[in-house]
């Protein structure tokens, strides 16, 4: 069964970093692209960064660019989200994405992870 599990979300102070991970399982992680998103509360989803399958392209959300880095290791089937940097703007669910059409359309989501900047 197709499963995407975020985790490493919290509670951090202005300024600080976090390291989102998450595990892919159930399909072929290697042929998709892999996207996070967030949702702040009161707010649309919006996207933060995506990454090809093969890795080798990354963009950003014009406002995150060189503050948040996208990874992935497809040998563990596993996408990272490295933000530095982090003001409460940045207080959101992160939520991973993983995305290709194959034929046709997939597009499968996990259930997202809190972040919470807070002094």
């Known amino acids: 069964q197709v499963q995407l599990v975020e985790s490493g979300g919290g509670l951090v102070q202005p300024g600080g970093s976090l390291r989102l991970s998450c595990a892919a399982s159930?399909?072929?992680?290697?042929?998709?692209?892999m996207n996070w998103y967030r949702q702040a509360p009161g707010k649309e989803r919006e996207l933060v960064a995506t990454i090809t399958p093969t890795g080798d392209i990354t963009s950003y959300a014009g406002s995150l660019k060189g503050r948040f880095t996208i990874s992935r290791n497809n040998a563990r089937n596993m996408g990272y989200l490295q933000m530095n940097s982090l003001t409460p703007e940045d207080t959101a669910v992160y939520y991973c994405?993983?995305?290709?059409?194959?034929?046709?359309?997939?597009?499968?989501w996990g259930q997202g992870t809190q972040v919470t900047v807070s002094s």
């Open positions: 159930g399909f072929t992680f290697s042929r998709f692209a």
């Open positions: 994405n993983a995305r290709a059409t194959i034929l046709i359309r997939y597009d499968y």
